[in-house]
């Protein structure tokens, strides 16, 4: 969302700029004053380019800190003597259970025999379970991204924005 604000206020300042150009140069006579109006145009545009870029890191930090928060907080049921197993365990079981029947609905529609097939003459429950499968493929993989694959990714972004925005 932030780049398509930054993208079209871009554009827009650009476009901005240039009818500014021509009224500048229309109205002012000497060379001097208009690189000097110029100029200032040109530094407004790039301070508003630097705001622009530091909104959407602040975005992008965010949403790595909140995150972070939700695996920390994760993190600290696991380790808790208190918890109880529902406690400790939901999120294993809700992604097993999500990979599973995922798994089950490519099966199903893949090797199902169409005389039992319930997509084989009705389109209103084709659909259904086409965008039953959209869902739970969606979710399966968020599911694999966050047991598998995004940590290590997502502290090196964070590595990576923390440093950007100390300007080093």
């Known amino acids: 969302m932030a780049n398509f604000l930054s993208n079209l206020f871009s554009a827009g300042a650009s476009s901005l700029v240039e009818a500014v150009g021509t009224a500048i140069d229309k109205t002012f ?3 001097d004053e208009r690189k000097a109006l110029e100029n ?3 530094k407004a545009t790039m301070q508003y380019e630097i705001e622009m870029a530091n909104i959407s890191l602040k975005e992008k930090q965010s949403y790595l800190d909140d995150i972070t928060s939700a695996r920390v907080e994760q993190s600290r049921v696991q380790e808790s003597e208190h918890a109880s197993w529902l406690a400790k365990n939901v999120q294993p ?3 097993i259970g999500i990979l599973g029947l995922t798994f089950f609905m490519y099966w199903y529609i893949v090797f199902s025999d169409d005389s039992v097939k319930i997509l084989a003459n009705d389109s ?3 659909d259904i379970v086409i965008y039953i499968l959209g869902a739970l493929t969606t979710v399966a993989t968020q599911v694999v991204s ?4 995004s940590s290590s990714g997502s502290a090196d972004k964070s ?3 923390n440093a950007m925005a100390k300007g080093k």
């Open 29 to 31: 006579t000497s060379d």
């Open 40 to 42: 200032e145009i040109s």
């Open 93 to 95: 079981v809700l992604a």
């Open 124 to 126: 209103v429950m084709k």
């Open 146 to 149: 966050y047991f598998f694959g």
């Open 159 to 161: 590595k990576t924005l």
